[in-house]
């Protein structure tokens, strides 16, 4: 493909809906993406393409029990005491999180990790199972600023 069917091919890709979302999926664990304190305004543009349904929350919920309880704990308040770098878990319950709560911010956190206490778990959870652990983390609280 030369120069000109490039430009038309990244014109339909910029005009197709849910392109900016695949893009940014493919961005996912780039520094443009990443975790960061205050939030990732790059990530918090990424719209969670997985509806909160309770199939997808309830999915979120095994998910969140099998991955998270052991730090978060039970209940999401950061008492899980499985920290083993020495932080402190986030309370997922407050209304406010560290590093943004917007759907994309909370996805690039998971994907990602922030720190030793904190991994990343991109490589061991799917997308869409990612995606179900946000909407089902959004329940867990008053509705997060992002």
Known sequence: MGPAGLLLAALALAQTPG???KAAAAGWGTPAMAPRRGGNSNAAK???P???TPESV???RRTYRRMCALCHGAEGKGDGGGAGAGGTPADLTAGRWRYGGSDGELFS???DG???DMQGYGEQLSETDIWNLVNYLHTLGPAHAP
């Open 114 to 116: 922030t720190s030793a």
């Open 46 to 48: 990424v719209a969670n």
């Open 50 to 52: 997985v509806a909160a």
């Open 19 to 21: 392109a900016a979302d």
């Open 58 to 60: 309830a999915s979120g």
């Open 109 to 111: 956190v998971i994907h």
